[in-house]
C-alpha cells in the first residue's frame, strides 16, 4: 500500500524530507546518493519517478481554475479505501460531497502506484462501484500517467472483468495499441503498427516490454519485427515469458510460439499453464528439487489439481516457500485464490496451516480472510472457514 501525502505538502518539505533521509543513509551507505533517496521516497508514496512527485506536489499549490481546493492526498486515500472495501454509501456521500473525486488519484489502497477509483473498482470487481463512479463522472479513459500507464479499459481485460470491459467499450474507450493488443484486435494492430517503431507508446504499461501485452502470435511477430525487447522485466520482475505463463492454460500457446523463436521457457512456467508433458522434461533433465519445488508452487497457484497430486508423488515440499512475491506457500496461494480443492489437497499432504508468509506475517487462513475483501471473491471464505475449522480442532486435540 502507498502513504498518503501529508495534507498540504510543498517542494521545501519534500526537499528537507529527502534530505534528511540522504544524511540518514549515509551513515550505512556512504555511497547512496540524493537521487536514490527521492526516488525511493517517490514510490512510498505511490509515484514512478521523483520528477512525478515534485510534479504533483506543484500542480496542488496553484490554484484551481474555479477556486474551490483540490482535495488532499489523505481525502483521495480514504476515498479509494472505501471503492476497494466496496462501501457504497460512504463512496456516495463522498461524492455528494465532492464530485471531484471520482477523477481524482491518490494512493492505491491495497498496493503501489497511484490510481483513480475506477481503476480501483475494476481491480476488486466492484461493479456496483464500476457503475456508480461512471454515472458520477468518472473518466471511461482514465488518467493513467500516475498509475503505470494503465488504463481502465486494459485492467478489465487484465482482471477478467468482460462485463465492465463490455460497458467501457460501449460508452466509447479509447482503444490504443496496448488495448488492441489485450483484445486480440489483429486487424487493429496491424493497422496501428503501420508506420513502425514510432507507432510504439513511448512509455509500456508497469514499465516492462509491449511484447507482454500481445495476445496472438501475429501480434507477437509484429512486435518482435520492430525490435521490442525480449526480456526486460516490468515492475513486478516479470518478463515476457512469464507474463504469458501467468495466463494459465490460455498462454500455452503463446509461450511455445516464444519457445519455437528461441526463448527459454522454465519448469515454473509451464506447470502455471498446466502443460505436464513439457514439464516432465524439464524435471527430468535438471534432476533439481529446487525446481520441481517451483514448478509445484506455481500449479498451485494456478489451480492445477491433477498437476499438484502428481508433483506432491514425485516429492515436492508441500511447505515449499516462493522466492518471489511475498514468500507464500502452496496453502496461501489457494486460501488466495477461494481454492478449496486445492486446499484439501496440500492439507492432506502436510500442509503447515500455521505457517506464516514473509513479508506480512500472515497465515493461510488469514490470507483467505483479507483476499475477500480485496479480491471481492465470496470463495475465500469457503477456505477461511476450513482452515480456521482444522487448525481450532487440532488445538483442542492438544
Known sequence: MSIALPPRPNLDWLRKTARQRL????ATDPEIKLADVQFALAREHGFSSWRSLKSHVEALERPSADGTQSPTDGEVAA???????????????????????????????????????????IETARRDMFDLLLSSGASVDGRNVEYEHCSPLMLTVLWKQAPMQHELQRRGAKIGLVEALLLE????????????????????????????????????????????PRDIKDRWGTPPVEAFSRLGRNGLRLVQHLQGKGFEVSGREFARMGDRESLERVLEAKHDPIELDHAFLSAAEFGHHDLVEWLLSRGANVN??????????????????GDLQMAKILVAA????????????????????????????????????????????RRELF
Not at 190 to 214: D, E, V
Not at 324 to 332: E, P, Q, Y
Not at 352 to 379: E, F, K, Q, W, Y
Open 23 to 26: 544524511n540518514e543513509r549515509r
Open 79 to 121: 476515498f479509494l479505501q472505501a471503492v476497494g472495501a466496496g462501501e457504497v454509501d460512504v463512496v456516495r456521500s463522498s461524492l455528494d460531497r465532492a464530485p471531484s473525486l471520482a477523477n481524482a488519484i491518490g494512493p492505491h489502497p491495497y498496493w503501489g502506484g497511484r490510481p483513480q477509483a475506477l481503476h480501483v473498482a
Open 185 to 228: 484486435d489483429d486487424t487493429l494492430v496491424a493497422k496501428l503498427l503501420r508506420a513502425g517503431r514510432s507507432a510504439l507508446p513511448r512509455h509500456n504499461p508497469n514499465g516492462g516490454s509491449i511484447l507482454a501485452m500481445a495476445r496472438t502470435p501475429f501480434a507477437i511477430d509484429r512486435l518482435l519485427e520492430l525490435g521490442v
Open 320 to 337: 515449499a516457500i516462493s522466492n518471489i512475491g511475498n514468500g507464500w506457500t502452496a496453502l496461501h496461494s489457494a486460501a488466495w485464490e
Open 350 to 393: 502436510g500442509a503447515d496451516l500455521g505457517i506464516r508468509d514473509r513479508n506480512h506475517s500472515a497465515t493461510p487462513a488469514r490470507c483467505a480472510r483479507v483476499a475477500i475483501g480485496v479480491t471481492h471473491n465470496p470463495a475465500c471464505l469457503a477456505v477461511a472457514e476450513y482452515l480456521d475449522g482444522l487448525h481450532n480442532n
